[in-house]
């Protein structure tokens, strides 16, 4: 059975750090290239990051890029996503997917 479970999120002060994590199972991680997405609340789904099969290439949409890094672990089947400087408009649900696996979202939420 596939799944894919992310972890790491939580309320953060701006300027602020997180990393989360996605684990996956029930399919050949390490053959498929990974993204993280975030949805706004009444926004729709943003694609904000990318991650090639190896980790070698990785792509960041311009709002995140310099603040926030995709990185992957292949031997743990763990695809990550470390989040620095964070700022409200960083407040989103964090989802993490792959070929047409999805997980369920992780609450990032970025407030004094």
């Known amino acids: 059975q596939v799944a894919l479970v992310e972890s790491g999120g939580g309320l953060v002060q701006p300027g602020g750090s997180l990393r989360l994590s996605c684990a996956a199972s029930?399919?050949?991680?390490?053959?498929?290239?990974m993204n993280w997405y975030r949805q706004v609340a009444g926004k729709e789904r943003e694609l904000i990051a990318t991650i090639t099969r190896t980790g070698k290439t990785t792509n960041y949409v311009d709002s995140v890029r310099g603040r926030f890094t995709i990185s992957r672990d292949n031997s743990k089947n763990i695809l990550y996503l470390q989040m620095n400087n964070l700022t409200p408009e960083d407040t989103a649900v964090y989802t993490c997917?792959?070929?047409?696996?999805w997980g369920q979202g992780t609450q990032v939420t970025v407030s004094s």
């Open positions: 997917n792959g070929y047409h696996y």
């Open positions: 029930g399919f050949t991680f390490s053959d498929y290239g």
